[in-house]
């Protein structure tokens, strides 16, 4: 049985993957304090995709979110022109949550157990020549200067990276990209892309 270990919360009205990186702007005091946190304890933080609806805050209300997300790590920080906080996060395990609440303060808590058959340290899948296309297609994605900014690592024959890449990238329904995430299979991962890029260009 994966072990569970109790982290902080993140929601988002976004994915994160594993090995992606996802730049935030940081304003709340309870997130300004989970920022500090983890840059002076070297400790990650979940990301998890907020369920429709549900994105105000409301006291006493609990949040609905989706029960699968991502470790992530800061992996640089610096005040932005407008005075904000800005980090960029690097997602590292996946993670499904057996139960969360929130504290006095408004973070969310949550107990935790990692995937051990989807995760960064996984053994490495060689990417087919029949995947070809997908791959010109995440060079092509790459070169958009929104992503050039967050400078990914990514490994283009390993099928995993191929599929979390294109995962977050194809401009693809918040719903489908956690669908894709929840997945551990890799080669399943790579189907259901295909199949949504299809539907994207009308195929």
């Not at 935030?24 to 400790?43: A, G, H, P």
């Not at 006493?60 to 005040?79: E, F, K, R, S």
């Amino acid at each position: 049985m994966a072990e569970i270990e109790e982290i902080p919360l993140f929601p988002l009205r976004t994915v994160l993957f594993p090995r992606g990186k996802l730049a935030l702007q940081i304003f709340e005091k309870r997130y300004l304090d989970l920022v500090s946190s983890s840059l002076k304890n070297q400790t990650g933080f979940g990301i998890t995709l907020l369920k429709e609806g549900q994105a105000e805050v409301e006291p006493g209300v609990l949040q609905q979110l989706h029960t699968v997300g991502t470790l992530a790590y800061i992996v640089d920080w610096d005040q932005l022109d407008n005075g904000l906080l800005g980090i960029t996060v690097e997602g590292d395990c996946k993670f499904a949550i057996q139960d969360y609440w929130q504290t006095d303060s408004g973070l969310y808590m949550a107990r935790v157990s990692y995937s051990e058959q989807d995760m960064p340290r996984s053994r490495k899948i060689p990417v087919g020549e029949e995947l070809s296309g997908l791959t010109e297609l995440l060079h092509v994605l790459e070169e958009h200067p929104v992503i050039q900014q967050l400078e990914l690592d990514i490994d283009y024959q390993n099928l995993r990276d191929l599929g979390w890449r294109l995962s977050e990238l194809i401009p693809a329904a918040l719903e489908i990209k956690q669908e894709l995430l929840e997945l551990d299979d890799p080669f399943e991962r790579i189907r259901l892309v295909e199949r949504s890029i299809q539907h994207l260009i009308g195929d």
